[in-house]
């Protein structure tokens, strides 16, 4: 990859991999620590915070998730969806992972790990639950952190920000209809009116806000700088309120984990398998089908990670604080990361071997100088 390209991907991007999140792993054990220690100490604040709700929607959860949500959509240019005709068979390729495998493929692992292989470890009556957090965490793709994994597998820019712009779209659409049909087939009551709210709220109306802002900052003098220099200054606040959010949820789970700290290690099994199944499939079919490495990479890693802030936010307004599906939400956000970590060596490390295929183009073909 040239070096004009790598600086083409990171103003485009504007991803850099600081400490902070290189370290997110190590920050989310902290919490954990912190939560259930809090938990034990001051059950009774942690009870006064679960019941400050409207319509099963918890409202310091809310004004969390909307701290974590709109700083990573203001990244997001939706006009790059006129070019997504330019990278058509990778953007094809990512839709069919993120669609039509992801979410029936993690219902299929959570099935046979959770109902199935690991259910005398588990607390029965939190089976359903689990399964419902784990397809949760698999219906709604990545939307902040791709931008990181693309830049680190040295990915084609336009193409990350055009697919995300175009998952971002569908997902206003396919979100609630997916979990409703999943959650369905497993027998869990689906409260519609809870699960379109939790669409419009963490999903539509921060879109709205983001594309907005981000429009304002850029129709003035310096947009582009004043958009980079908002997008810095928020990123504290939303790791910060990921990191609250996580307190509070092991706060609630804590006398759970205490009994039965397993849970956290057998609900890690089936999204680890799925983070790599989704990746390997994305990669394998993106080379079958001649797609620049340079778009696989991205492609496999957004076809693998998954929207966690969307699925714990999601989770909590439909099974609440204490559920085995807000613990499973969790515990995504607890592996993720260096999952991807991994993912994304195993994309760099292969690069020669994508290429030797006949037909596919170079690094400097896919992102040529200037």
């Known amino acids: 990859m040239t070096v004009q390209c790598e600086v083409s991907a990171k103003k485009s991007t504007g991803a850099t991999m600081g400490v902070f999140e290189r370290y997110l792993s ?26 400050l709700e409207i319509a099963q929607i918890n409202l310091p959860v809310a004004i969390l998730l909307w701290l974590m949500i709109v700083p990573m959509l203001i990244k997001v240019d939706l ?52 399964i419902a957090g784990l397809i949760l965490l698999a219906a709604a793709p990545c939307t902040a952190m791709v931008f990181v994994w693309s830049n680190l597998s040295r990915g ?39 699960l379109l709210l939790s669409v419009l709220l963490y999903i539509v109306v921060p879109l709205i806000i983001a594309n907005i802002w981000r429009r304002l900052l850029l129709a003035t003098d310096n947009g582009e700088q004043k958009l980079a220099t908002t997008i810095k200054r ?16 092991f706060g609630f789970q804590g006398k759970q984990i205490i009994a039965q700290p397993l849970v956290i290690l057998l609900l890690a099994v089936p999204i680890l398998i799925q983070v790599l199944f989704n990746s390997t499939l994305a990669y394998l079919l993106n080379r079958a089908v ?3 490495h340079c778009v696989a990479g991205p492609s496999a890693l957004i076809g693998a990670s998954n929207f966690f802030e969307l699925a714990v936010a999601t989770a909590i307004a439909l099974f609440g604080f204490e559920s085995g599906a807000a613990l499973a939400t969790v ?16 994309v760099n490390a292969t690069a020669v071997w994508y290429e030797q295929r006949e037909g596919i ?10």
């Not at 910060?240 to 959010?245: F, I, M, N, V």
């Not at 995504?332 to 999952?339: A, F, H, M, Q, R």
């Not at 400097?364 to 100088?369: G, I, L």
């Open 26 to 51: 190590l920050w989310i054990t902290l919490c954990i620590v912190a939560g259930i220690t809090l938990g034990h100490f001051l059950p009774l604040l942690f009870q006064s915070i679960s019941r």
């Open 79 to 130: 006009k790059a969806l006129k070019n997504v005709g330019e990278h058509w068979r990778g953007i094809s390729v990512t839709l069919f992972i993120n669609w039509a495998v992801k979410p029936f493929s993690m219902a299929l692992l959570g099935w046979f790990f959770i109902a199935w292989l690991f259910r005398d470890w588990l607390p029965a009556e939190q089976i359903d639950s689990y």
């Open 156 to 194: 084609e820019p336009h193409f990350t920000l055009t697919q995300v712009a175009l998952n971002d779209v569908i997902m206003v659409f396919a979100f609630a209809p997916i979990v409703a049909l999943l959650l369905g087939i497993t027998a869990i009551h689906v409260p519609w009116d809870t």
């Open 234 to 249: 928020l990123h504290p606040w939303s790791l910060g309120a990921l990191l609250t959010t996580l307190v509070l949820l």
């Open 290 to 292: 001649k797609s620049p």
């Open 331 to 346: 515990v995504g956000v607890l592996i993720e990361v260096p999952l991807m970590l991994f993912a994304v060596r195993m």
């Open 361 to 370: 183009a170079s690094y400097q073909q896919c992102c040529p100088p200037g």
